[in-house]
């Protein structure tokens, strides 16, 4: 597959480690350098082009499976409105082809920026393996069998001035149905129009008209968006709650019913070596866990396996089942039955011929547990590898960094800390030079004492750093002081401090992971994606700082 799309947006990045990113696990970041520690519950390394040819022979796909999926995804990108490009994408699927795999729950007009970072990622993944010999092509997973309908009925767009709007729609269903079912009514079009309203005048808003409309429902809404945003890259959209996506995964939703202790047991067993490794398992796993929900009267419904898991028997809310009975349950309706968070990857796995799936931060938390699933039901277990991950820095955020020397760790330390960082910087020339002066004295006066005091007793140099420290300590107290002074006089520094927040960590969270990537590509047009499509360099993972103009 050959990307020749270039961007027309004037960029600029630096790169910022994730060790500087706020609430990056150590599970997550021994991954990305790979530590040995990792290496057992991770096969592969986070470079692609390490195992790119040794991994492929490993991808096993049935022949009739792979022409049934290719029907489906025709029949379901067609009425998205998908491209020539996606359709012969299909093709390429159909002919042989393996995968580079995404997904993400379907939010309100297409979720957080981070939702466009993925598909453009596995555009990049799937580019590079055909590039090297290996055909490949992007496939994007719509998770419409979710259940958290407040988690995707709302999204936060970009304002002109202030902090993001969230806007949110009232559709609602059955507690707990899955949100691909949940149609909208009337009450979408003025969440369309006060998005209209914030975005302008854009192709971006034509396409949220035409996608969010009485009728469609979360998963339709994002699909036909979708197939907009990336009709040019071919993107494949992949929605898991069509019922013949269910009659093909229906010997795996058998095997986790018939295999339920193995595989507890395996889970369990690998949650314990994960915490052992001083690492956080991402999902709990009980002895009663099950890897299947089960649809009953439009809600999903946990499976769980009746006394703690000691028995033969199940429940699916609070009917009792026996093992018999829900195996001739799910040969009969697959449809009624999809996974939890655990089994849903290998689910798409066994679906599809994925090469590489491409996640954030929670989903690599997800595969280090999910492997012993894969390993005992596919003898495979897909590598996973970071998405790309950004900031998107525009004109406005970016003269006040730079007119405060700041930088984007400094304004994720939050609010109140960039109104003192600013304002350390406003205070006048004269008081600066002081505090600097008395910085370096302390520094020249204990430095020279330590090493005096040193050849008097060398136990006494740790008393000298002590007091070093205490030193320091007092004067950035007084500095600190002075500062706060300085913001009460001067509104000027609230102001941009505000505006610095707003834009590049909202509510104290990742600008990617807060606002809409619509208020974007509404902003700068689709030849955004192009842009940041060429920022993407898949073994290289740090967080970026993204200069748009």
């Not at 029949?75 to 997904?103: C, M, P, Y």
């Not at 899955?178 to 209209?196: H, K, L, Q």
Request: overall charge neutral; proline content about 5%; charged content about 20%.
């Amino acid at each position: 597959m050959s990307i020749q799309l270039s961007g027309d947006v004037p960029v600029s990045a630096q790169c910022v480690p994730f060790r500087q990113i706020p609430h990056s696990t150590r599970l997550f970041l021994d991954y990305l350098s790979y530590t040995p520690s990792v290496q057992k519950f991770y096969p592969c390394s986070p470079l692609f082009s390490e195992w790119l040819k040794d991994e492929t022979p490993r991808v096993q796909y049935d022949a009739q499976r792979r022409a049934k999926v290719s029907e489906i995804l025709v029949r379901q990108n067609r009425a998205w409105g998908a491209s020539e490009r996606t359709l012969a994408n299909i093709d390429r699927l159909r002919r042989g082809a393996v995968a580079a795999v995404t997904g993400q729950q379907v939010g309100l007009f297409g979720g957080p920026l981070f939702s466009i970072f993925k598909a453009l990622t596995a555009v990049k993944l799937a580019a590079e393996a055909t590039a090297s010999g290996v055909e490949c092509v992007p496939i994007f997973w719509l998770a419409t069998e979710d259940h958290d309908l407040a988690e995707v009925n709302h999204v936060s767009l970009a304002t002109a001035q202030g902090p993001p709007e969230l806007v949110t729609v009232g559709s609602h269903g059955v507690t707990d149905a899955p949100v691909g079912t949940i149609a909208f009514g009337s009450e979408i079009a003025p969440v369309v129009e006060r998005a209209a309203t914030l975005l302008g005048d854009s192709e971006v808003t034509a396409w949220l008209r035409d996608s969010y409309r009485p009728g469609e429902t979360l998963g339709s809404g994002f699909g036909r968006l979708f197939a907009r945003l990336f009709a040019e890259w071919g993107v494949i959209l992949l929605d898991p709650a069509d019922k013949d996506f269910h009659d093909l995964a229906k010997p795996l939703f058998l095997a986790a019913i018939e295999r339920a202790p193995e595989l507890d047991e395996a889970l369990l067993s690998r949650g314990k070596a994960i915490e052992a490794s001083g690492y956080h398992q991402q999902v709990k796993v009980t002895a009663a866990t099950t890897l299947l929900f089960e649809v009953k009267n439009g809600a999903r419904t946990a499976m769980r396996r009746k006394g703690n898991g000691t028995g033969a028997e199940f429940l699916s809310g609070h009917e009792k089942l026996s093992t018999r009975e829900l195996l001739d349950r799910i040969d009969a309706t697959p449809e009624n039955f999809n996974p939890n968070v655990l089994f849903r990857p290998v689910v798409q796995d066994y679906l599809l011929p994925t090469l590489v799936y491409t996640g954030g931060a929670a989903e690599v938390a997800y595969f280090a547990q999910v492997g012993v699933v894969y390993e005992k039901l596919l003898g495979r277990v897909t590598p996973v590898l970071p998405r790309f991950s950004a900031t998107l820095l525009e004109p406005k955020p970016e003269r006040i960094l730079h007119r405060y020397k700041l930088s984007l760790p400094d304004v994720l330390q939050g609010p109140e800390k960039v109104r003192e960082l600013i304002a350390g910087q406003s205070l006048s020339p004269d008081l600066q030079a002081r505090f600097e002066e008395a910085h370096a004295t302390v520094e020249k006066s204990m430095t020279a004492l330590r090493e005096s005091i040193g050849k008097l007793d060398s136990t006494l140099i740790s008393a000298a750093d002590h007091a070093r420290m205490r030193m320091w300590y007092h004067v950035n107290r007084l500095q600190g002081q002075a500062a706060r002074a300085e913001i009460q006089r001067n509104e000027v520094i609230s102001r941009h401090a505000d505006a610095l927040s707003y834009a590049l960590f909202p509510n104290k969270i990742l600008q990617e992971r807060e606002i809409a990537g619509v208020s974007f590509v509404a902003r700068y047009g689709p030849g955004l994606l192009a842009t940041l499509y060429e920022k993407i360099h898949t073994d290289c993972h740090d967080h970026q700082l993204i200069s748009v103009q």
